[in-house]
């Protein structure tokens, strides 16, 4: 490994940290805790269809984005434009994987990514996908991202220079288990 990666690797587990130590203080926090609040761990969003859990998801899916083009960035690549059209077929299926309980490129139809964006009615030269879940983890980003550099297809789609489109769709599931799935493609 190099330096650099090494480094890279070691700001994940001080952002972790840090992420950890702010829920703490929020939940702590007099505005945070008490009757009627949410906090980070708790809060289901297939359960409750508040404002609150989506924007967690929309932050979860920020943050997952992010830390794919910050690599990219750190191999000299092109960042990724993010697709509005994509996240939505993305937070989609991570909702599917987690009220329907499964973990697969493939659902229960046999669809693949491919068919999903054809019903959506995105085009796209090139396509792949890469999908986590996480669940006991403080920076459920970190562990996805970790996860998807650990592995030579994922990281191969993360890296791919023909890729110059994606988005990444989170959900939570009732367990607290974090999904995530992100779509890249080429036009």
């Not at 794919?68 to 960042?79: F, Q």
């Not at 110059?164 to 080429?186: E, S």
């Amino acid at each position: 490994m190099t330096r650099a990666f090494v480094f890279y690797c070691k700001a994940y587990r001080i952002a972790g940290l840090l992420f950890a130590m702010s829920v703490i203080l929020v939940i702590a926090s007099p505005a945070g805790g008490g009757s009627g609040a949410i906090s980070s761990g708790n809060h289901r969003p297939d359960d409750i269809r508040s404002a609150a859990a989506l924007e967690e998801i929309k932050l979860l899916e920020h943050e997952c984005f992010d830390e794919v083009n910050k690599y990219r960035e750190y191999k000299r690549l092109p960042v990724l434009d993010l697709d509005k059209e994509l996240v939505l077929v993305a937070r989609d299926y991570s909702r599917r994987m987690a009220e329907e309980r499964f973990f697969s490129h493939t659902d229960s139809n046999g669809e693949s990514v491919r068919e999903r964006l054809a019903q959506a009615g995105i085009r796209w030269r090139s396509v792949g996908e890469n999908i986590a879940s996480s669940r006991g983890y403080i920076n459920p980003v970190a562990a996805a991202v970790h996860g998807w550099l650990g592995s030579p297809g994922h990281r191969r789609n993360i890296v791919e220079p023909g890729f110059r489109f994606a988005a990444v769709g989170a959900w939570i599931g009732r367990d607290g288990t974090v999904f995530f799935t992100q779509v890249f493609i080429g036009r």
